[in-house]
Each structure stands twice: as C-alpha cells, then as structure tokens.
C-alpha cells in the first residue's frame, strides 16, 4: 500500500493520535524538500504555520472535513493545501489522513500530458535505469516505424547497432554522473541512413536519491547538420583555393549541395515538393535552380519568373512571404501560370537573402490531401539564412577562382614584361624588402635576383640621399601618387649608380610598383654640357670684358689725347687764353681720374681674386664715417640737381671696421644712384641699427632695374644699359667691388628695384668690438674725400 500512496500526486501525511506523522508520500517530501527522516515522528503543528489547530477535535461528530492549511517547506516557504481530513487505518490502527493538493497547482491528467506531447514535433520518450523504454510519444514512433506498444519495455540493442547501442549508453551513463541535464548530438542508423539528432536528456533520482528514470527529448537535426558541413566544406575550399592559388574550376557544384539540402528540407517538413528559385540581378527575375517531386510538375517548362527586387524590399508580397499560406491566395504571388495549381493545398515561401542582398526564394508545398503537421517558419527562416551564406560562399569562391585566374595572367604577363624591360622593374614591400626584381637590376648593379630579395632598398642607397628619399615615400604614400627622384644606389663593386627612380603606391596590397632607369652617362654628358658652356661663357665674359674694358679705357685717353691737339694749336696760333687752359687742364684731370678709378678698380679685383686684398680695420663709430662721406658728396649732387636726405636712427655705433673701404663702398653706391637719377630726383641715405648689426640704405628715384637684371647686378662686368651710346660710362666692375667689400665684412648686400621707380641698395654689416693692431690711419681722412670723389664720379659727364 505504501508504494501506492508514494506513486500517488496527491500530498498524503498520515498522523497518529498525538498529532503525531507516522507517514508522508513521496509528492509531500518532493514539495517541501523533506527527507523522509526529517519529518517522521514530528508533531504536525512543527511544519504548520498556525500552532492553533486542533485536527483530532475537528473530526468530532463527523467521518470527514475539508481544511486549507499552510505549511512550512524547509526552506521556509509557505505551501497551502487543500486537504482533506479523515480517520482511517493505517498498520492497522486508527489513523488521521491528511490527503490534499496544492492550492495553486494546475488540474490536468496523464491522458492531457500525453496528448500534448504526441502532438509536438519532437520526440519524448522516459527510460529507466536498464535502459527500457517507459514512455515515448508519437514522434518517436516514427523514428522507429513502429507502434507505441511495441516499443514500450524494449531496449536500445532490439533498434540499433551495437555500435550505436555503445554511444547511447555512455551518454545516459554521464547524465546520471553528473546528475544535471545536458544535451548530446546523437548518430542513429536508420534503412542504412545516417541521421543527426540533437538529445536533451535530464536523469530523475528517487526519494533515496537512488537514480531512477531519464527523460529526453530529441529532434532531427540533419538539415542544420547538413548546411553547417557545407557551410565549413565551401569555406575551407575557398581558403585552400585562395592559398594555394587554385587553377581548376572553383565551381564546387552548387546544383548538386543545393539538391542535397532541398531532400533534406523535404524529409524535415514532410512537404511534397520543393523548389529553390534563385535571382538574377542582371535579368530581374527568378531562375529554377531545383525542382523535387511534385515541383518538377507545377513549374514544368517555366525557366524564368519576373520579380523586382524593389517589390520584395518595399513588401509588397509581405503576406506572401516567410510564411505558409493557402491554396487560394497563390496566384497572388507571382504572375505565373502554374501547372497542377488545383493538386496544391499549402505552399511556403522563404526568402533567401545575406545583409539585405537578396539572393533568390526557397518554395515547399503542400499536396491538397497533405498539411503542414506544425509551423516551421521560424526554422525555414534560419535554415535560408545559413542557406544564402552557401549560396553567397560559393559564388565568392568563383570570383577568387576567377581573380586568381586573372592574378596569375597578370602575374605571367608581368613576368615576361619583367624579362625583357631595359629599365631596372621592381616590387617593394611596405616594410622596405625588394619582392620582385627583373633581371636588368643585375646588369646594372651587379646584385643577384636572390641577394636584391634578401635585402631592403635603403641598404644600396646612397647615405647622404636616403632620409630625404624616405621622408618623401612615407609623404608620398597616397594611392595612385607617384613618386620621382635621382638616387645614387651602390653597384655590388662599391661605385654608385645614378637611377631615375619612379614608384607608385598601391594602398590594397602595400606595395610600391617602381622602375628606374641608369642614368649615370647622361648626368656625365649633362655635367661635360654644363662644363663647355660654362667655358663659353666664361670666354664670351673674356671677349666682353676686353672689348668693354678697351672702351673704358679709349674713351678719356681720346678725350685727353683731343684736349692736348687743342691746346698746342691754340699754342701755335698764339691763342691761349688763361679761362679756356683752367677748362682744357679740367677735362684732362678728370679723363686721368677716370683712368685711374678703371686701374685701381682692375687691380683690387686681381687682388680680390686671389685673396690678396688688404684690409686695414679697426673699432670706429661707422654712423659717422657713412655720415662724412656723405656730406662731403652734398654739393656735388645738388649741382646736378638732385635733392639729398640723409636719415639715421643713431648717433654712434662703434664697431670693427676698415673707414676706407666703408667709404668706397658709399662712394660707390652714392656714383650709381647719381648716374640713374635725374634732374629734381631724389637719393636718401638711411641708417638703422639693433643689436647685432647696422643697416644701410642707398635708395633712389631713377630709372629703376628691370626684374631680369637684379640677378647678374652684382656680377663682374654687370651692366643693365650694354648699349654704347648710353649716358653713364662704367666699366661693370663697381658693384662686384662693392659686394666683394660688404662680404670682407662679413655683412649682405642686396636690392631692390622697379623699372622706372628707382632702386634701393641695402648692405648691412654685424656689430663686431674686436682688439686693434697697432694701425696708424690717416687722422684726418676729409682731405681725401674730394680727391676720392672726383675718382669715383670721374666717369659721370656733364651734360
């Protein structure tokens, strides 16, 4: 009898006069997790959460009562039961049921439990410890073909091999190890049929804790097997063609995986048949790719079916679509003619599609006699999800098929263009490496394909060049630029090569494409061109200086040889006038001044040039030297009409200096801003200073220099009017002089100038205060100054 109560669901506590519990089914200890010693012998009212009850006075003047009580669970949790109370026998002596249900639980029947399993999809089924099968639903028996009954007190070996018998019985083994559930991916043979099922199996123990039943539940998963083995098959395919650079067809047969899955689609949905449309985007419309069982009939001799793309994005066949839907809404789907529309009862249609890319649509349908035994739409949906990374992936591994066939062409063309290039062609890595050579780099460097691919460029360029050349290659490193230097790169023998360098970076791969070309004979030729023409001008200079130098100097020695037959046939006639023979003896002196200016200026460029110049410095207020000079030329250029302004921000800087040559270097300025300007014209002499160095400006309102001549101002011979006829004589050497004396200084000296807007000469010379030698100078240097401005401006004519 005790097996039966503990067998029962009905919460069962038999007490004893006392109120004592001499008995508790297994369904009370379950639910207030209870060990059966744990409540034996305890006073009913320990486990209730009211100590008032009186159960043995409640039963007084009846057989029977019922009563809601509230009972601890030893985790403390409240348990309310409907209980029924009674006296009745137990061993025998007179005894107080308590049989109850819980007040919260649900009413249902083993005949409702098992009615709803056997309409699922997933098999069930309960064996006890040796492996017998108590229980399996109506799922299962399809798996075996067999009826319920006969199943029920069989075991694995009377279905499987012994080989499959080994597996199931290790798993049921490790469910009852580790006493939780867990799920197996389980092989079961079947009409010589390998199928994959996906088990859930949770181990049930008694009240002794003593293992008792598993519980399982299991589902076909042969399709998802099936993708996931192509999805990995096509995916290490692809990698292997891409690795080893496949050339056979990476067609991996899409038809025939495609094929596979739509049986396996069929056996999972027990539909009749089944069609996978795929979509050409050039063409806007479905293709049949497969067609099984009754679809061969309904799409006989339709090869294409109209579908924009644009109608399935905008949902516009939304009901349509991902779905099972009757037989009356079909020829809403798509404008098709179908053949056998009347033998179809459902259809499903699944969109196949990878990130919004539509790749075509999977079809099942229902014979009107057949219905879908349970909705599959979610899982039609996963599987077309997995179905289109198929699709996707193989139609990838035929375009690296296809780039490789083309790599390879290029690659082959490459290498031929490589062969018989007369320029030095190569790859080089992001890193610097050489990856590709062709074979002229050994003609012209002397280095070996293999020794070049051992190496990075940068260590046979040049080392004067190569930061500058890699600077420019990490700048330059912009898809599509190209890059050009001459670089000297290092022949195996020591000498160095000159190469027109060219490359090209190409960001996708990080490779920069280059070729360069020697050009070390052409830079020697270049160099021979620029050292003859260099000579032509220099004898071309020669030719000028001689005729413009036999110019200089014909000029007053005609003027004076003129002056002189004048004056003797005056003598000779007896006409010498005191007035005419002060202005004969004029033109003679300045003729000889310039003539003199013309030899001391030949000979201090001789000695200039060979580092023979003297000069005589020491520490003297230069604000006044310039000043001087300056004023003792006040007169002389107010007699020709021009207006003089003399400008200086200080009063005395001392510095090391030669006083002489400062005032030839004014003179000299002071002559050329007399000579270019004219009549009420204007020339300002400016002075500034700071701290380490004094500016002088020499600036006029002449004719100006064109900008084509600032350049060669300062050159030996240097003139802007080469014309003859020109007003003002000079031989071209006074400017070159004069930049010569600035840089003894170690000052500048530069200009500026606008044609017809004058010119403004600016030298400046550094502060230096340096010890003086024992010099004696000329304590007064003004009694000079007019002999040396009849020198300098000898060669300035009245008109």
């Known amino acids: 009898m005790l097996s039966i109560y503990n067998k029962m669901s009905d919460y069962i506590i038999v007490l004893n006069e006392k109120g004592e519990i001499i008995f508790s089914n297994e369904s009370v200890l379950k639910k207030l997790n209870y060990d059966y010693e744990d409540i034996i012998n305890l006073n009913i009212l320990d486990i209730m959460t009211s100590k008032s009850y009186d159960i043995k006075n409640m039963l007084k003047g009846t057989d029977e009562i019922n009563k809601t009580f509230e009972f601890f669970s030893k985790k403390n949790e409240v348990v309310k039961i409907n209980s029924n109370i009674s006296?009745?026998?137990?061993?025998?002596?007179?005894?107080?049921?308590?049989?109850?249900?819980?007040?919260?639980?649900?009413?249902?029947?083993?005949?409702?439990?098992?009615?709803?399993?056997?309409?699922?999809?997933?098999?069930?089924?309960?064996?006890?410890?040796?492996?017998?099968?108590?229980?399996?639903?109506?799922?299962?028996?399809?798996?075996?073909?067999?009826?319920?009954?006969?199943?029920?007190?069989?075991?694995?070996?009377?279905?499987?091999?012994?080989?499959?018998?080994?597996?199931?019985?290790?798993?049921?083994?490790?469910?009852?190890?580790?006493?939780?559930?867990?799920?197996?991916?389980?092989?079961?043979?079947?009409?010589?049929?390998?199928?994959?099922?996906?088990?859930f199996k949770s181990p049930i123990y008694d009240i002794n804790n003593k293992p008792k039943y598993i519980v399982a539940n299991t589902k076909n998963i042969n399709l998802a097997k099936t993708i996931s083995e192509e999805l990995y098959k096509n995916y290490n395919r692809t990698i292997e063609s891409e690795f080893n650079n496949t050339t056979t067809s990476n067609n991996f047969g899409l038809n025939k995986i495609l094929n596979n899955i739509a049986k396996k689609v069929l056996d999972y949905t027990d539909a009749d048949g089944i069609s996978i449309l795929l979509y050409d985007e050039d063409k806007e419309g479905l293709i049949p790719a497969i067609n099984l069982k009754s679809s061969k009939e309904i799409l006989e001799n339709i090869s294409f079916i109209p579908l924009q793309k644009s109608d399935i994005d905008s949902g516009k066949y939304r009901d349509y679509l991902n779905c099972i839907i009757p037989k009356y809404k079909i020829p809403n789907l798509l404008s098709v003619d179908y053949n056998y529309i009347n033998l179809l009862g459902y259809t499903g249609n699944y969109v196949v599609e990878l990130s919004n890319e539509f790749i075509g649509i999977i079809c099942i349908n229902y014979s009107i006699n057949n219905y879908p035994k349970f909705n599959s739409d979610e899982y039609m949906k996963y599987i077309c999800?997995?179905?289109?990374?198929?699709?996707?992936?193989?139609?990838?591994?035929?375009?690296?098929?296809?780039?490789?066939?083309?790599?390879?062409?290029?690659?082959?063309?490459?290498?031929?263009?490589?062969?018989?290039?007369?320029?030095?062609?190569?790859?080089?890595?992001?890193?610097?490496?050489?990856?590709?050579?062709?074979?002229?780099?050994?003609?012209?460097?002397?280095?070996?394909?293999?020794?070049?691919?051992?190496?990075?460029?940068?260590?046979?360029?040049?080392?004067?060049?190569?930061?500058?050349?890699?600077?420019?290659?990490?700048?330059?490193?912009?898809?599509?630029?190209?890059?050009?230097?001459?670089?000297?790169?290092?022949?195996?023998?020591?000498?160095?090569?000159?190469?027109?360098?060219?490359?090209?970076?190409?960001?996708?791969?990080?490779?920069?494409?280059?070729?360069?070309?020697?050009?070390?004979?052409?830079?020697?030729?270049?160099?021979?061109?620029?050292?003859?023409?260099?000579?032509?001008?220099?004898?071309?200079?020669?030719?000028?200086?001689?005729?413009?130098?036999?110019?200089?100097?014909?000029?007053?020695i005609n003027i004076i040889l003129g002056t002189m037959q004048v004056i003797n046939k005056n003598?000779?006639?007896?006409?010498?006038?005191?007035?005419?023979?002060?202005?004969?003896?004029?033109?003679?002196?300045?003729?000889?001044?310039?003539?003199?200016?013309?030899?001391?200026?030949?000979?201090?460029?001789?000695?200039?040039?060979?580092?023979?110049?003297?000069?005589?410095?020491?520490?003297?207020?230069?604000?006044?030297?310039?000043?001087?000079?300056?004023?003792?030329?006040?007169?002389?250029?107010?007699?020709?009409?021009?207006?003089?302004?003399?400008?200086?921000?200080?009063?005395?800087?001392?510095?090391?200096?030669?006083?002489?040559?400062?005032?030839?270097?004014?003179?000299?300025?002071?002559?050329?801003?007399?000579?270019?300007?004219?009549?009420?014209?204007?020339?300002?002499?400016?002075?500034?200073?700071?701290?380490?160095?004094?500016?002088?400006?020499?600036?006029?309102?002449?004719?100006?220099?064109?900008?084509?001549?600032?350049d060669v101002i300062f050159d030996r011979f240097g003139q802007v009017d080469e014309s003859f006829n020109r007003q003002c004589e000079g031989s071209g050497i006074g400017l070159s002089i004069v930049k010569n004396l600035v840089g003894m200084h170690e000052g500048k000296i530069n200009v500026n100038?606008?044609?017809?807007?004058?010119?403004?000469?600016?030298?400046?010379?550094?502060?230096?205060?340096?010890?003086?030698?024992?010099?004696?100078?000329?304590?007064?240097?003004?009694?000079?100054?007019?002999?040396?401005?009849?020198?300098?401006?000898?060669?300035?004519?009245?008109?």
């Open 87 to 199: 006296i009745e026998n137990f061993n025998d002596k007179k005894s107080i049921f308590i049989i109850g249900k819980e007040v919260d639980s649900k009413s249902y029947t083993m005949e409702i439990l098992e009615d709803l399993l056997d309409n699922i999809n997933i098999c069930t089924f309960v064996l006890d410890t040796d492996e017998k099968y108590i229980y399996v639903n109506e799922a299962f028996t399809k798996i075996l073909n067999k009826k319920r009954e006969d199943i029920i007190g069989t075991k694995n070996d009377d279905h499987w091999e012994n080989n499959i018998c080994k597996d199931l019985k290790k798993n049921n083994i490790e469910v009852f190890k580790i006493r939780s559930p867990k799920i197996f991916n389980e092989i079961i043979e079947i009409d010589n049929n390998t199928h994959w099922y996906e088990s």
């Open 385 to 556: 999800s997995k179905i289109a990374m198929i699709i996707k992936n193989i139609r990838l591994s035929n375009e690296v098929y296809l780039e490789n066939k083309k790599r390879k062409y290029t690659e082959k063309e490459l290498e031929q263009y490589l062969n018989i290039s007369v320029d030095l062609v190569s790859v080089v890595g992001k890193n610097g490496y050489f990856k590709r050579v062709s074979p002229n780099w050994y003609n012209v460097l002397g280095w070996s394909e293999e020794e070049l691919l051992s190496m990075k460029y940068s260590d046979i360029v040049h080392p004067e060049e190569l930061e500058n050349f890699v600077d420019k290659k990490k700048s330059d490193n912009t898809e599509g630029a190209i890059t050009r230097n001459i670089i000297r790169f290092r022949h195996k023998q020591g000498n160095y090569i000159y190469l027109e360098w060219s490359s090209e970076y190409i960001g996708d791969e990080g490779i920069y494409i280059t070729t360069a070309r020697d050009i070390t004979k052409n830079l020697e030729i270049e160099k021979e061109k620029r050292r003859l023409e260099e000579a032509v001008k220099l004898e071309m200079g020669k030719n000028e200086f001689f005729s413009n130098i036999s110019h200089e100097f014909r000029t007053p």
């Open 571 to 710: 003598i000779e006639k007896n006409n010498i006038q005191k007035d005419s023979l002060k202005k004969y003896t004029n033109y003679i002196k300045q003729n000889s001044y310039r003539l003199l200016k013309l030899v001391n200026n030949l000979i201090d460029i001789s000695k200039m040039d060979i580092g023979a110049y003297g000069m005589r410095c020491s520490n003297n207020n230069i604000i006044n030297i310039i000043e001087e000079i300056t004023l003792s030329v006040a007169d002389y250029i107010q007699d020709n009409k021009i207006n003089l302004i003399f400008d200086t921000n200080e009063e005395e800087v001392l510095t090391y200096c030669d006083p002489d040559k400062i005032e030839r270097i004014m003179l000299n300025l002071l002559s050329n801003a007399i000579k270019y300007t004219p009549e009420n014209g204007f020339i300002k002499v400016d002075i500034n200073s700071n701290e380490k160095e004094i500016i002088v400006s020499v600036k006029d309102s002449g004719t100006g220099i064109p900008k084509d001549k600032l």
């Open 753 to 799: 100038s606008n044609e017809g807007e004058g010119s403004e000469f600016i030298f400046s010379i550094p502060i230096n205060i340096k010890e003086e030698q024992n010099l004696k100078y000329d304590v007064d240097r003004k009694c000079k100054h007019v002999e040396r401005c009849d020198i300098e401006f000898s060669d300035i004519y009245s008109m």
